[in-house]
């Protein structure tokens, strides 16, 4: 099974920068799309932004123009560029692959996810 290891949560001021980065291992795969989702305490997660394999971008409007994500297809990484951090941002950030198999199989992998805290 592929295994995905987010990191580059944290704390920071509002107006603050982070740069989440989410890894996936395994063998015997292919990663078509990539994301990041983020669940606040008390709430339901929520979508943030997606990637495909050719780099087609879609974000929540709440992060439109702040957030950037991008993907290193070699590395099968994804990376999720925060700016302009708000307190409402704070949330546990979550990415997620659909992953192929070279069986034929698919999957939807989640990662165990990472805090980031916007206070200050």
């Known amino acids: 099974q592929v295994q995905l290891v987010e990191s580059g949560g944290g704390l920071v001021q509002p107006g603050g920068s982070l740069r989440l980065s989410c890894a996936a291992s395994g063998s015997g795969f292919s990663i078509n799309r990539m994301g990041w989702y983020r669940q606040a305490p008390g709430k339901e997660r929520d979508f943030v932004a997606i990637i495909t394999s050719s780099g087609t971008t879609n974000y929540a409007d709440s992060v439109k123009g702040r957030f950037t994500i991008s993907r290193d297809n070699a590395k099968n990484t994804v990376y999720l560029e925060m700016n302009s951090l708000k307190p409402e941002d704070t949330a546990v950030y979550s990415c997620?692959?659909?992953?192929?198999?070279?069986?034929?199989?698919?999957?939807?992998?989640w990662g165990q996810g990472t805090q980031v805290t916007v206070s200050s």
């Open positions: 997620n692959a659909a992953v192929y198999y070279s069986g034929g199989t698919y999957s939807v992998r």
